[in-house]
């Protein structure tokens, strides 16, 4: 099984920026699929961003196109996103999320990834 842990969430006010990192340990491929996902309160958890299984390509909402990257070191099991011009919009708990099954065309749904991390929370204040 794999184990992500994510951190870096807290409270930030409109137009700062927070890196959040996920720490994936236990038995991992060289080719996995990574997302982050939010969820806020009384919504859907929704897509944010990803990668292919070959980090080739990465994938963002249109929400956070370009304010959010995505990144990783493969090497160190740890993926990333940086979130610049927060907005009080993206309140949420963001997810990491693997699985080495993912296919393009199913990389944005939740149902596709396998391992889950336990969330971290992010408020941006108005």
């Known amino acids: 099984q794999v184990h992500l842990v994510e951190s870096g969430g807290g409270l930030v006010e409109t137009g700062e920026s927070l890196r959040l990192s996920c720490a994936a340990s236990?038995?991992?491929?060289?080719?996995?699929?990574t997302a982050w996902f939010r969820q806020a309160p009384g919504k859907e958890r929704e897509f944010v961003a990803g990668?292919?299984?070959?980090?080739?390509?990465?994938y963002y909402a249109d929400s956070v196109r370009g304010r959010f990257t995505i990144s990783r070191d493969k090497g160190k099991g740890m993926v990333y996103l940086q979130m610049n011009s927060l907005l009080p919009e993206d309140t949420a708990v963001y997810f990491c999320?693997?699985?080495?099954?993912?296919?393009?065309?199913?990389?944005?749904?939740?149902?596709?990834?396998?391992?889950w991390g336990q969330g971290t929370q992010v408020t941006v204040a108005s």
């Open positions: 236990g038995r991992t491929a060289s080719n996995y699929a």
């Open positions: 990668f292919s299984r070959t980090g080739s390509n990465t």
């Open positions: 999320a693997t699985s080495s099954t993912v296919i393009l065309s199913a990389l944005r749904s939740q149902g596709a990834y396998a391992y």
